[in-house]
């Protein structure tokens, strides 16, 4: 029987169909209806994903082994097609490989070794130790480094810390400060990696005569011929389209991007997991971090309390001038933002800011029709070959990290200071778009550059009545009271129909979900005395989780 029948009957012995396809929640409905729809070949690859559920996948795990190396659990005899992204036709080089304890920089590491390259291992310590002493009980680094020694010496590689806490708080955290001081919202991680990973760290290590730097990033560099040196590298979309990080790389220089190597931008996440397991890696079973670069388990809106502070501010309701409620200061909260405000007969969505007089607009219609966003202004703009492509219109786009893309038509402009700004026009509306944030350009799968976004709405802000804009102005708060009561307003068919066609928009981003959601589920374990029963249900609740 197709496996696709097979977990559909399995499933209707247990679950009746209908309950199970109306449950509270629709991405429930959701994933079960897709799970149904699947192929055999492609079921069959999602169920072997979910393999740390159930015992009864021993077969799946046996698989996905052989399938890394189909002659020999013997790294030596590694399949080439794993080191296609290890540049194994220029060895011996000298590589300098940034190290951080997990799983990711760790084969690559391995990766590297393999290729036959002379590697050295770097772990950058950056430690906020007089700032966070109530958030850190023991050093966050010391069980990173530990992981970092133990896979180093697997394999006789030397490792070296470089201390960059200094060059991290001045080329980094203060700049992210002070964004969200003036209201924007920027992105620690671009930052990061320009200015730290491959910024300060590649100056440190200079006098060193390293030919690369790699790291565990999910991006592919194509370099030129040693013949054609003068051409420019170029920053691919790496294999695994989920786990891609090329936007996190798109504000790179392109002398930046000549030094790179990132060996795991031809390979899946989940065939990373097996050759950790391959490999026989200490941190083979470690979580992946989910922290902001080098914050860790902070949580970012504690750091930026204890470095801007707290500030009492009004909410008023964009259409109406109705003082709705308090907040603790504009730096908490960005465009299109819901969670954390409090505020009944909701949702209602931050829609502007008054960054002068410390007040947060928000409306309960961020979605209508008027109100929505394609086209928007990018500055600060970096591009690999130096220039804008030539060709600007049928580009694609990325405004946040993710697998998804938009289309998109670009104009070059130039501002009264003689810099370069793009008008950027999405072929599909974006309700998320914030000033701060990158935007990523690409052609095909080529990322050719990045820009700060600096208006999220088509030409003008969401649109504040002048009674909210005078009652921001005004200098004694204390005078407008106590807040309003807040009407709860009933839900037309008309609005009921608009939200449903935005869940319809939102489910195309289900296959990316799905895969993202598979990472969280392998580092699940459930013994292996786990029942079908037991192992559909949880099934369920973490497809309806995703979904």
């Excluded at 190597?261 to 979580?287: S, T």
Aim: aromatic share 10%.
């Amino acid at each position: 029987m197709p496996l696709r029948l097979t977990v559909m009957s399995t499933l209707s012995l247990y679950f009746h169909p209908k309950p199970l396809l109306r449950r509270k929640t629709p991405r429930t409905a959701v994933a079960i209806t897709r799970l149904l729809s699947l192929s055999a070949a492609t079921c069959q690859s999602r169920l072997v994903f979910l393999k740390p559920l159930s015992s009864l996948s021993s077969a799946a795990v046996e698989s996905e082994s052989s399938s890394i190396s189909s002659t020999s659990q013997n790294p030596k005899s590694i399949d080439p097609r794993y080191l296609s992204c290890s540049l194994p036709e220029k060895k011996p080089l000298k590589v300098a490989v940034l190290l951080s304890g997990g799983v990711d920089s760790s084969v690559a590491l391995r990766l590297l070794h393999a290729a036959g390259h002379s590697c050295t291992a770097f772990y950058l310590k950056i430690w906020f130790q007089e700032d966070f002493e109530n958030y850190w009980s023991e050093c966050p680094w010391e069980e990173d480094l530990k992981y970092a020694k133990a896979v180093c010496d697997q394999v006789d590689v030397p490792l070296e810390v470089v201390h960059l806490t200094d060059e991290y708080w001045n080329n980094v955290v203060s700049y992210i400060i002070d964004e969200y001081r003036f209201g924007r919202t920027p992105n620690p991680d671009v930052l990061c990696n320009t200015r730290i990973k491959f910024g300060a760290f590649v100056d440190a290590i200079s006098g060193m005569k390293f030919d690369f730097i790699a790291s565990g990033h999910y991006a592919k560099v194509v370099h030129p011929d040693s013949g054609n040196k003068d051409e420019p590298s170029t920053l691919e979309l790496s294999k695994d389209m989920v786990k891609d990080q090329t936007y996190f790389l798109s504000h790179l220089s392109q002398s930046q991007l000549k030094g790179l190597i990132f060996p795991l931008g031809c390979i899946q996440k989940e065939e990373v997991r097996g050759l950790a397991k391959l490999f026989g890696l200490p941190n083979q079973d470690r979580k992946d971090s989910q922290g902001i670069c080098f914050l860790g388990k902070i949580k970012f809106s504690e750091f930026v309390a204890r470095h801007i502070g707290e500030e009492e501010g009004v909410i008023l309701e964009a259409e109406t001038g109705d003082f709705l409620g308090r907040h603790r200061g504009f730096w908490f909260y960005t465009i299109g933002q819901r969670q954390g405000l409090r505020l009944p007969g909701g949702p209602w969505y931050v829609v502007e800011k008054d960054v002068k007089n410390n007040v947060v607009f928000v409306s309960r219609n961020y979605f209508s029709v008027d109100k929505r966003r394609r086209i928007f202004r990018v500055g600060s703009l970096r591009w690999f070959n130096g220039s804008p492509p030539r060709q600007i219109s049928q580009l694609q786009c990325k405004v946040r990290h993710g697998p998804g893309f938009y289309n998109c038509d670009v104009a070059i402009e130039v501002d009264g200071n003689g810099h370069e700004i793009a008008v950027v026009k999405l072929s599909e509306d974006d309700q998320g778009l914030a000033a701060g944030q990158f935007a990523a350009f690409y052609q095909e799968s080529t990322c050719i550059g990045s820009g700060v976004i600096l208006e999220s709405w088509d030409d003008q802000g969401f649109p504040v009545c002048a009674r909210a804009l005078e009652i921001a102005r005004m200098e004694d708060k204390s005078k407008l009271g106590k807040p309003v009561k807040i009407k709860v307003i009933a839900q037309s068919r008309d609005e009921e129909s608009d939200q449903n066609e935005r869940l319809k928009l939102n489910l195309a981003s289900v296959n990316s979900e799905t895969a993202a959601s598979n990472e969280r589920m392998q580092s699940q374990r459930v013994t292996r005395s786990t029942s079908p029963l037991k192992w559909l249900q949880q099934l369920v609740d973490k497809l309806s989780q995703v979904f």
